[in-house]
């Protein structure tokens, strides 16, 4: 791994050896089979995606290979001999090397020190040689792009910019199979850009990638190899020229999902305005917007990461340092100083960082997603037992959040549908603005599906959605107003339910003024940086 | 990319050999009141009392700061040094030959009680906090059965000579304790062990994942606290003339709020050996000067706590405000990287 030379130009490769097989891996975690009698082979040089439903065994296949779990029953296999696994340590010895689907890195300890973590160099009197390690550091973010400083402490990194860290992490190990479980899921269109390069470096020297991905179109364009399971099944696997995205999906699901996206029914055209913001500022991130969400509109908001639509949102529940500008709910301006100010007058917020916010992983999932509303499920200040679990039963349902049954630890759950229980918290709740930040990120398609439908529920029942995602299909199926929003600023705003609009018109335009290649006429005046 | 080449940030992480600047800081500010407030502070005398006193806990936080890093705690040490001081007199008994022999038993002894500490706590999977009271107790009850709750023993002449030894105005303790700090620094910052301390009080389940054997590291940081533990004691046994069995009272409290002081988090996986050290040396200095102007020994417990919340408190902010700070320029990277995305386009 010493040269990124361009993508080499890919062709399947049939005949290659196998670098790793799963022969009849089983495990089970209490009345949960995850995985039943699974055998895969990975080939050197290829890309294999694996793929499946939330809960469908995906993570936990992979930390079965990457020893962090142990299985029931079956076999690793390499180079034509057994592989007795001794813990993770064991598996990274036998050149594995992976990228967990949550993160994990430390916060307080800097990005070198995570990189080389486990597998420190030594110098003289077996002291850890800190040139060594800076310099391996250094070689292996430059791969994976997004300028890094080795020296600063993870916990004042993005969450972006951990990801790429955590792929770093992958490479400094100088493996044979790497394993990435959902890389991409926080990633801007760039950074992935970027990883597909590192894929195909790492493909060209002769390593077998295996990648994990809700993003079905991204694993067919850059696979060999897909495996589909199910229910902890395998339900395909074999050369990705098989196969085709419906075929997959069917497999997945075990059904034909018809329509992604429910069609809009458009509100009033003088629907009322619900919530107006003027001129909000938040130092750093947000230079001055403007925008309204109006009663039974979803207005959605595009832009690349970073550019500011998160941080106008999180204003709006009155986070961000040194935050300014008004906000006006049903024409009267209002003061919100702190999330609770926000959720009184009936604003709630999913939030974008799911990893991280939002969820009692000891707790079950029907005391997470009634945490938010306790004050109404409270007669004579005890808890209504019933009315909880029966809240939380209806969510599940509606989510299809896989478990045995509400009473189950949230942190049993798959990533996926740990996700999803952070969704059916706020969903839950009933507000009279909702804003939604990357509401899909890291569920499955079937899932996705339903969560469209949800949406656009909402907004007919009377709510004001706000939606920010960076799927573009997303927003311009779902929303009927558009905000491109650049560098903390909103550089366009279109009615998305204009019919004279053709769709790819839209995209064009959309991408144009997201990467604000073309200076509008308003914010012409103000952009003067660079000359 | 073009910056990246550009002079690299040196590998040294400063702030984890040298500590905290703002206590380095206090610590002046101390000095200087004290030379306010009494002629006798700055002497050579009473600075070379002031650093003979301060080196058992100088050499005890060193250990206790691992414990702490380790997502851990010791409350066993103060026991731990009353069985060290009894022990050494015990055996000696003022017979030099016997030393070495008094030594080897100290040690073997606080190897045991940190391998019994880290034992129970990675095997039993029972706090901390509970193991360490409990070994604290049977440690003490052990103490009393074979002292029969009177000092026992007495020094060789030579241990109380070195114990009062100066160079100068440095005294031996002084250089002891130096030598025992940094020794625990290069442990924690240049070996692998010290790296592994950090990611298993950091997050124990990222430390297992990257193959970091978890419960040998725990366990070998209470038997470096134990260890620093019986150093200290030896540190004390040079400097009286016989072992009392309950010579380690007070050390317990003393070290963890040196340490906490020092900007180790109780949660673990942050701080360092050389925060504890500059506490240890705040809390003695400042109670030296109390002494001096003749405050009650009572009002400087007082004072000990107010310091104690303080020290928590500004550590606690200045690691808030550095995240916030990292944020904003966070933005401020991402939209230089976007400006050079554009020029590229045109
Ligand atoms: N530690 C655990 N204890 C109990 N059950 C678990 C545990 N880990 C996983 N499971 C269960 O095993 C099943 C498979 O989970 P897994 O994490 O492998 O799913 P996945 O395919 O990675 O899904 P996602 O796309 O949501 O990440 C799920 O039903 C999950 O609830
Ligand atoms: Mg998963």
Redesign the interface.
């Known amino acids: 791994m010493t040269t990124t030379a361009d993508a080499p130009s890919r062709e399947p490769r049939l005949h290659e050896p196998v670098t790793l097989e799963i022969r009849n891996v089983s495990k089970r975690f209490g009345v949960v089979q995850a995985l039943d009698d699974v055998s895969v082979a990975f080939h050197a040089g290829e890309v294999h995606a694996l793929l499946g439903e939330n809960g469908a065994g995906k993570s936990t296949l992979i930390k079965v290979i990457a020893g962090a779990h142990s299985a029931d029953s079956g076999e690793l296999w390499r180079d034509g001999a057994v592989l007795h696994l001794n813990g993770p340590r064991g598996s990274r010895d036998a050149g594995i090397a992976v990228v967990y689907q949550e993160l994990t890195l430390l916060p307080a300890m800097t990005v070198e020190e995570n990189l080389m973590l486990g597998h420190e160099p030594r110098g003289r009197l077996r002291l850890v040689d800190a040139h060594e390690v800076r310099r391996r550091a250094q070689q292996c973010l430059e791969l994976v792009g997004g300028d890094i400083d080795p020296a600063v402490p993870v916990e004042r990194l993005s969450i972006a910019q951990r990801q790429l860290v955590e792929v770093a992490h992958a490479l400094t190990l100088d493996a044979r199979v790497v394993l990435l479980d959902e890389p991409t899921s926080s990633l801007s269109v760039q950074e992935v850009q970027h990883l597909r390069g590192v894929i195909s470096m790492l493909t060209a020297s002769g390593v077998a990638v295996v990648l994990v991905t809700h993003d079905l179109k991204e694993a067919l364009d850059l696979a060999d190899r897909v495996t589909v399971l199910k229910d902890g099944k395998v339900t395909f696997s074999g050369l990705v020229s098989e196969t085709d995205v419906n075929d997959v999906v069917r497999r997945m699901v075990g059904r034909d999902l018809g329509h992604m996206f429910p069609t809009r029914t458009p509100p009033a055209s003088d629907a009322a305005v619900v919530l107006e913001a003027r001129g909000l500022v938040v130092p750093g991130f947000v230079e001055g917007v403007d925008f309204t969400l109006r009663a039974g509109t979803v207005t959605g908001f595009i832009g690349l990461v970073g550019a500011g639509r998160s941080e106008a949102a999180r204003a709006l529940l009155g986070i961000g340092a040194g935050r300014r500008g008004e906000v006006l709910l049903d024409g009267r301006a209002v003061t919100i100083r702190h999330p609770s100010d926000a959720a009184r007058l009936g604003i709630g917020m999913v939030p974008e960082d799911r990893k991280q916010e939002g969820l009692l992983l000891d707790e079950s999932i029907y005391r997470n997603i009634s945490l938010a509303q306790l004050d109404r499920l409270t007669r004579w200040g005890l808890v209504r037992r019933g009315a909880e679990r029966a809240l939380a039963t209806a969510q599940m349902a509606s989510l299809r959040i896989k478990a045995p049954d509400s009473t189950t630890k949230v942190g049993n759950l798959s990533g996926g549908n740990q996700q999803k229980v952070v969704l059916a918290k706020w969903l839950a709740r009933g507000c009279r603005v909702l804003i939604l930040d990357e509401p899909t990120r890291g569920i499955d398609v079937g899932a996705k599906a339903e969560i469209y439908r949800l949406i656009r529920e909402l907004a007919a029942g009377g709510t004001a959605v706000m939606l920010i995602s960076s799927e573009m299909p997303e927003v311009l199926h779902l929303a009927d107003e558009v905000n491109v929003m650049a560098r903390g600023r909103v550089t366009a705003t279109f009615d998305n339910n204009d019919p004279a609009r053709d769709q790819a018109a839209t995209e064009e335009e959309v991408v144009r003024h997201a990467l604000a290649l073309e200076s509008t006429p308003q914010a012409g005046q103000q952009d003067e940086t660079d000359s | 990319?073009a910056?990246?080449g550009a002079a690299?940030?040196?590998?040294?992480?400063w702030d984890r050999w040298l500590g905290p600047l703002w206590l380095w800081s206090l610590l002046v500010v101390t000095v200087i009141i004290g030379f306010i407030a009494s002629p006798h502070f700055l002497t050579t005398l009473n600075l070379s009392n002031v650093l003979q006193q301060a080196a058992p806990l100088v050499i005890l936080v060193a250990g206790q700061t691992f414990a702490l890093i380790v997502a851990g705690i010791d409350i066993s040490v103060a026991a731990t040094i009353s069985m060290g001081t009894t022990l050494m007199m015990m055996v000696v008994n003022g017979d030099p030959s016997r030393i070495p022999l008094g030594l080897a038993a100290v040690l073997l002894a606080a190897v045991a009680v940190g391998v019994l500490n880290g034992a129970a706590i990675t095997l039993l999977e029972v706090p901390a906090f509970i193991v360490t009271f409990g070994v604290a107790s049977i440690v003490q009850g052990v103490v009393f059965l074979y002292t029969d709750q009177v000092n026992v023993g007495s020094p060789a002449p030579q241990m109380t000579e070195w114990g009062y030894r100066t160079w100068g105005p440095v005294p031996f303790l002084a250089v002891v304790a130096l030598a025992f700090v940094i020794l625990a620094l290069?442990i924690q910052n240049?070996?692998?062990f010290?790296?592994?301390m950090?990611?298993v009080g950091?997050?124990e389940?990222?430390?297992?994942?990257?193959?970091?054997?978890v419960k040998r590291v725990r366990v070998a940081a209470y038997v470096f606290c134990a260890v620093s533990a019986a150093v200290a004691s030896l540190a004390i046994s040079l400097r009286t003339g016989s072992g009392d069995p309950l010579g380690g009272s007070g050390f317990d409290w003393d070290s963890i709020a040196a340490v906490v002081i020092g900007g180790t988090a109780l949660s673990g996986?942050?701080g360092g050996v050389a925060g504890s050290v500059l506490g240890a040396l705040l809390l003695i200095t400042m109670g030296n000067i109390m002494n001096l102007v003749g405050v009650s020994g009572f009002w400087q417990i007082v004072v000990q706590g107010a310091v104690v919340i303080l020290a928590v408190t500004v550590s606690t902010v200045q690691t808030r405000r550095?995240?916030?700070l990292?944020?904003?320029?966070?933005?401020?990277?991402?939209?230089k990287?976007?400006?050079k995305?554009?020029?590229q386009?045109r």
Do not use: F
Not at chain 2, 8 to 13: D, E, F, G, K, L
Not at chain 2, 327 to 333: D, F, S
């Open positions: 990319m910056e990246s690299p940030r040196p590998a040294v992480r290069v240049r070996t692998r010290g790296r592994w950090y990611a950091g997050g389940e990222v430390a297992r994942l990257a193959g970091i054997p996986g942050r550095a995240q916030r990292a944020r904003t320029n966070i933005a401020v990277q991402k939209d990287r976007r400006l995305l554009r020029r386009d």
